[in-house]
C-alpha cells in the first residue's frame, strides 16, 4: 500500500468512529499510521475510539503520543485525565487536567473534574475552588455552579450529586467528557 492511501484510512476511520464502530475505527487508525506515522489527529482519534471502547489504557497511550509530538494539544491533556481519573489515577489526572487549564484558562470542565479528583483526594481545599481559581470569568460557567453545589454538598452532607443516581461524574456518558 502507498503511503498516500493513509489519509483514505484515517477518513475512514473516523467515519466508523462518528457510528460507534470503534474497533473498525482503531483498525483503519492503526493502518493509517502505519502508513503514515506522525500524523496527530489519527493518533488522537484512535485514542478516542479506545476510550469509547473502555480500554483507557490504549488511549492513554495515544493521547500520550499526540503530546509528544505537539506539546500543546489541549484537548489530549483533558481527555487523557479523563482516561486516569476513570482509572482512579487522580494524582495523574490532575496533572493532566492543570496542564489543559494552563494552556487553556478557560476550560471549564477541567477546572470541574480537577476539583472532583482533589475531592476524591482529599484535599478539600483544592477541591472547593479556594485554590485561586475565579469559574466566573468563563463564559462556560454555567458549568461552574453544579460543580460548586456538588462539592458543598459532598462536604457538608447536603444535597445529591448533580450527576444524578451516581456520585461519580466519570460514569456519565464519554461523549459527555471527551473534548
Known amino acids: 500500500m502507498k503511503s498516500d492511501f493513509a489519509e483514505a484510512y484515517a477518513n475512514r476511520g473516523y467515519s466508523y468512529l462518528q457510528l460507534d464502530l470503534y474497533e473498525k475505527a482503531i483498525m483503519d487508525f492503526s493502518e493509517a499510521i502505519r502508513l503514515k506515522p506522525g500524523d496527530v489527529a489519527v493518533y488522537f482519534d484512535r485514542g ?14 495515544d493521547y500520550t503520543e499526540v503530546i ?9 491533556y483533558y481527555n487523557m485525565a479523563n482516561a486516569y481519573s476513570i482509572l482512579r489515577q487522580y ?7 492543570t496542564e489543559a487549564i494552563r494552556l487553556k484558562p478557560d476550560l471549564v470542565q477541567a477546572y470541574y473534574n480537577r476539583g472532583y479528583a482533589y475531592h476524591v483526594l482529599g484535599n478539600v481545599k483544592a477541591a472547593s475552588g479556594s485554590d485561586g481559581v475565579n469559574l466566573n470569568r468563563s463564559p462556560l460557567n454555567v458549568l461552574a455552579e453544579p460543580a ?9 452532607g447536603g444535597p445529591k450529586s448533580p450527576w444524578g443516581d451516581t456520585n461519580d461524574p466519570f460514569e456519565v456518558k464519554t461523549e459527555l467528557a471527551l473534548v
Open 68 to 76: 509528544r509530538l505537539k506539546p500543546d494539544y489541549v484537548a489530549a
Open 91 to 97: 494524582e495523574r489526572a490532575i496533572a493532566d487536567y
Open 48 to 61: 478516542n475510539a479506545y476510550y469509547d471502547l473502555k480500554q483507557y489504557e490504549g488511549a492513554i497511550s
Open 148 to 156: 460548586r453545589f456538588y462539592l458543598l454538598g459532598a462536604f457538608c
